[in-house]
């Protein structure tokens, strides 16, 4: 085997070369609505500026943008599957570009919040609304187990490229028309907003572009006949297996048999009995109550899971809330007077370098394991977040930035290997959408948090409790999924 041969297999690119035309799509979008994101993140904070609101109302903003994110993108991928996988990423590009076309002209804050609100607007940088659940669980759909590590890097270094693309191009784009072309900084940052309308259609033509391939394959309804009347007649029936109006054929207990005589051992028949509580708990369930259907049917491992993941996952989205790109931006322009052609530039490396090291933890993860590869390489970028903001030295202050971009993603790819696979794949995107759906709500109060200390001058003390909050949620995932069983399929 060739050192070129060997070099690409590690990397995963002829993992992602033979991928779907699918994959292929999915990884495009989620390119250029990074692109978009890293375009708005720079300018975001300094916008609000401009239109001379305070840092406490920008903070609230981030915080009202996120919670709206997370009602909208909770209902949007629970029923995903459902209704259709393309057509909700149609409808959250739909969304996204009616936020853009508001921003662009509007200076109103309470319409811009609502706009942001209901549409699609990053005040992170990072991933908002349905997409990322629903294409990550079709990503997943689509590939085998032992390509998912690399498709998920490539997924997340072409996201971390997109978003340093669109912040080093926003950065210069405003700069130059403020310059050389004697635009106004409140007009400069409104043709970003323009440009985010854009992508935003294109975006939503590449989502009608999908295939049936994409859609999970529901099992056709049967006729709901009554498990207790097959029970006595001592046939087979048609249990419920917990997926909608989805049934399974199983064997159901004799009519002579009662629940005392059930031993501990005997598992097949212990799970009838529970399915036959729940079909009966259905038939009796309020019809204004149909909505419970749409919720994901956990089996009792993967509920515990997913209590777990959710609550240590809400740590490190709290900490990523308070130190976001945009209070980051803010925070260089305000203490050190970085002009945005500067901050454009350096967001542009510490994106591109995540991006690199997305690829890395690729490698990395083959050999160790998705958990270790996760705690190792997230770890030192808690560790130095939590002391961004001790020095006074602008120089030092951007190389402690670059420092952390190193591994501050190299436990994204993991992660999401690492969720694809500890639930079913008829979970899958129900949970990942609960996840990231948690993951949004908890992050929604950290912008808020940093906006009172903003006003007051003190975003150091931000930094240190997003680093705490981060370091303790690595901790928690060694100590609580070391050695976990994964699914295979």
């Excluded at 945009?326 to 945005?340: G, H, N, Q, T």
């Excluded at 994106?351 to 590869?373: C, E, M, Y």
């Excluded at 240190?464 to 949620?473: D, Q, R």
């Amino acid at each position: 085997m060739s050192i070129f041969t060997r070099f690409t297999e590690e990397i995963g690119i002829l993992t992602l070369i033979h991928a779907s035309f699918d994959i292929h799509l999915l990884c495009f979008q989620r390119f250029i609505r990074m692109f978009a994101y890293g375009q708005v993140t720079i300018i975001l904070a300094l916008f609000f500026e401009a239109l001379g609101i305070q840092q406490d109302k920008t903070g609230l903003f981030m915080t009202s943008t996120l919670l709206g994110d997370v009602v909208i993108s909770f209902f949007l991928t629970l029923v995903a599957d459902r209704i259709g996988r393309r057509k909700i990423l149609a409808a959250g590009a739909i969304l996204m570009c009616m936020s853009g076309i508001t921003f662009s002209y509007s200076n109103n804050y309470w319409i811009l919040l609502a706009a942001a609100i209901i549409g699609v607007i990053s005040p992170s940088g990072n991933e908002i609304g349905p997409f990322r659940a629903v294409e990550e669980s079709t990503m997943a759909h689509l590939a085998d187990l032992k390509d998912r590590s690399d498709l998920y890097a490539w997924y997340s270094l072409l996201g971390s490229l997109g978003a340093a693309l669109g912040t080093i191009t926003s950065g210069w784009v405003v700069e130059k028309l403020q310059e050389d072309y004697s635009w106004s900084v409140l007009s400069s940052y409104r043709v970003i907003f323009v440009f985010y309308s854009i992508i935003a259609v294109l975006k939503f033509v590449a989502s009608i572009m999908l295939s049936p391939m994409t859609e999970l394959e529901l099992v056709p309804s049967e006729p709901k006949a009554d498990p207790t009347l097959a029970a006595e007649r001592g046939a087979s029936s048609r249990a419920y297996d917990g997926q909608g109006d989805s049934y399974a054929m199983r064997p159901l207990a004799k009519a002579n048999e009662s629940t005392d005589s059930l031993t501990e051992n005997n598992d097949d028949e212990r799970e009838i009995l529970e399915e036959m509580s729940q079909y009966s708990a259905q038939k009796k369930r309020p019809k204004w109550l149909f909505w419970v259907d749409y919720l994901p049917q956990l089996t009792p491992h993967s509920r515990k899971v997913v209590v777990q993941l959710v609550l240590l996952f809400s740590l490190d989205s709290f900490g990523s809330g308070i130190a976001t790109q945009s209070w980051l931006s803010y925070y260089f322009a305000d203490r050190f007077s970085v002009k945005e052609g500067a901050l454009g530039t350096l967001l542009f490396i510490t994106n591109l370098i995540s991006a690199a090291s997305s690829i890395v933890a690729s490698s990395i993860s083959k050999r160790l394991g998705p958990i270790i590869t996760m705690v190792a390489t997230h770890l030192p970028s808690s560790i130095v977040l939590a002391v961004l903001g001790v020095p006074s030295n602008k120089n030092i202050a951007m190389i402690l930035l670059i420092a952390r971009s190193c591994t501050a993603s190299m436990d994204v790819a993991p992660r999401q290997a690492f969720l694809s696979s500890i639930v079913t794949k008829e979970e899958r995107t129900g949970v990942m959408g609960v996840v990231n759906v948690v993951r949004t709500l908890a992050q929604s109060g950290g912008p808020g948090l940093m906006g009172k200390f903003a006003s007051i001058n003190m975003m150091p003390i931000g930094f240190l409790i997003a680093g705490l909050c981060k370091g303790t949620y690595d901790l928690g995932i060694l100590v609580s999924f070391l050695g976990a069983q994964l699914h295979q399929k």
